[in-house]
């Protein structure tokens, strides 16, 4: 039951009397929540950002992080039940985004309230096959070599056998639950999906940002920035202005 989990590990808000729209934020693989701490500043006040805190990261750090996507939703569905009365909105980057779709599904499933923008960034349609070998099952040298080569893991961090210590188990877990997930036959979402990329990302392309459309029978927008696979760091001056009148348009 939701009483049994300790809601305020998982979950904060930033809001005051204005705020008329929730947004739940999903990290990347093997990242945290500090970088959408920055947001506040750049959204309207009707916004209030709630970064997701998962297993295995951050504060959480000493916990086990989750390898099955099920499982994962499954809990956040109990943690987000005193968050469901309110106007919400999703964004999940890459991994964060198919978290962020599989949530939505299952609250759809469930006949419960549904984000009023599903915001998905640099994430391919999970019908779409995949265009490299998975990573979770390689030995660590090549395992570390693809996390360099995917751009996410700074060289320093990679090099740092402290931290790599700390950080591989989760690392291994979040490319098992994103690649091990199996998508099943479903009824198109009734909310918006907003999906956006990255001009110059090579591991997801416009076509497969552009195969979110079926999934919902709301309308579907695709916007490109400029930028690689993480162009929401070096965009963000573009991305965040545009995120906003995308979720106020949808209140």
Known sequence: MASNIETSSWITCTQDTETRLRLFCFPYAGGGVAFYRRWPTSLPREVALCPVYLPGREQRIEEPAFTSLEQLVATLIEVMQPYLHEPFAFFGHSMGGLIAYVLARSLQEQSLPLPRALCLSAIKAPHLPARREPLHTQPLPGFLRSLYRLGGTPLAV???????????????????LYETYTLTPSISLTCPIIVYGGVQDTLVSREELEGWRPYTSASCT??????????????????????????????
């Open 158 to 176: 990679l090099q740092n056998a402290e931290l790599m210590r700390l950080m591989l188990p989760t690392l291994r877990a979040d490319f098992t």
């Open 222 to 251: 695709v916007r490109q920035l400029p930028g690689n696979h993480f162009y929401l760091h070096s965009a963000q001056d573009l991305l965040l202005p545009l995120l906003a009148q995308d979720l106020l348009v949808n209140l």
